[in-house]
């Protein structure tokens, strides 16, 4: 099996009773990845990890890791590590001995079992914290001991559910260059779950959108963060300006405006960002409905036959006033094509 293929779900279905949560995936993700699962709450990407990790048995379809299919393998028979949203540390256990856990569970013993855990806890940057406690750590550091918990057991796949989650704006930003820098060192393939898309563009070598259970878009963060293929994944990486095409008109609801510009063939709707959107010429007009400053971007809400529209622009330049006429222009070439909208 090739490396392209190091974990492969082939027509999985994941299930809860009679409820379908993720029918019939096909996923390959290649030796040394490191993926994101992003979605909503509900879309199935803690499900499908749930599944890899041993822990939901599919209801039809295999899951099969370097070779070696373990669609029915027992959880604690897998070489998976997971790592969980509330850490589940040991509280009356040191650090070391937190560490230490699983290897005793298996029977590594004496220096091999010093060497493995002194090496996992060098590699989170943890050696001087054997003796604390984990009431004694910051949520960071209690962070980094559950990854060196899982890494220890030397995994094929290591798997993080919502692993930033717990953590203040400071600490989650030093933990998205902490696990990049652990995964790139150790070579270990990860996939995380999250429903924060800035995360999983900061750090994700490929992303997986869900929805519904199913997978709306697979790429590179800078190929969904600038070529989202339909509304859903546009409007959740960030184009608040999102609207159906048919016969050359911009449609939302009830409303539509004659579009200027030619599009690719079988574009289904088209999306722009607030900083994309041209303030003070253009055919269009709207009414300014609110203002705000944020730094170096003034941000404005327009009220426009079309509905409304977000729009972004430099802080230096004139203020359109609130409740003002403004014109605007939809410029095409700087419209991300949707060939996809409203799941069609």
């Known amino acids: 099996m090739s490396d392209a293929k190091f974990l492969s779900l082939e027509k999985l279905t994941l299930s809860y009773g009679k409820n379908v949560a993720v029918p019939e995936m096909d996923l390959d993700i290649g030796k040394g990845e490191l993926v994101a699962l992003l979605g909503p709450s509900g879309c199935g990407k803690t499900t499908t990890m749930r599944a890899i990790a041993g822990l939901l048995t599919p209801s039809s379809g295999s899951i099969r890791l370097d070779g070696v299919d373990i669609t029915r393998t027992p959880a604690n028979k897998r070489p998976v590590g997971l790592v969980f949203q509330s850490y589940a540390l040991f509280p009356h256990l040191n650090v070391y001995e937190n560490v230490a856990f699983g290897l005793r569970l298996m029977g590594v013993k004496g220096n091999d079992l010093d060497t493995r855990v002194k090496q996992g806890l060098k590699t989170v940057g943890l050696e001087k914290f054997t003796t604390r406690k984990p009431a004694e750590l910051s949520g960071g550091q209690q962070q980094r001991v559950s990854l060196a918990r899982s890494m220890v057991m030397e995994p094929k796949v290591l798997l993080l559910d919502e692993p930033l989650s717990n953590l203040d704006a400071r600490l989650r930003l030093e933990m998205r260059t902490e696990l990049q820098r652990v995964q790139k060192e150790s070579g270990v393939t990860m996939i995380f779950v999250t429903h924060d898309q800035v995360e999983a563009l900061a750090m994700a070598d490929r992303i997986i959108v869900m929805k519904d259970g199913l997978i709306e878009q697979i790429g ?65 007009r709207g009414k300014v409905r609110g203002t705000s400053f944020a730094g170096g ?44 909208f409203g799941g069609l």
């Open 220 to 284: 590179t963060p800078e190929q969904i963060y600038n070529h989202p293929v339909s509304d859903f994944v546009a409007d959740f990486v960030g184009f608040e300006n999102v609207f159906a095409l048919h016969n050359g008109m911009l449609k939302t609801g009830e409303h539509e405006i004659d579009l200027h510009g030619t599009v690719p063939a079988h574009t289904r709707g088209l999306a722009w960002r607030p900083g994309t959107i041209t303030l003070g010429s253009g055919p269009y």
């Open 297 to 340: 971007t003034r941000e404005y809400l327009l009220d426009t036959p079309l509905g409304q529209i977000k729009a972004e622009c430099d802080a230096s330049l004139p203020v359109h006033p609130f409740g003002g006429e403004v014109a605007f222009d939809l410029n095409v070439k700087k419209a991300a094509p949707l060939a996809r």
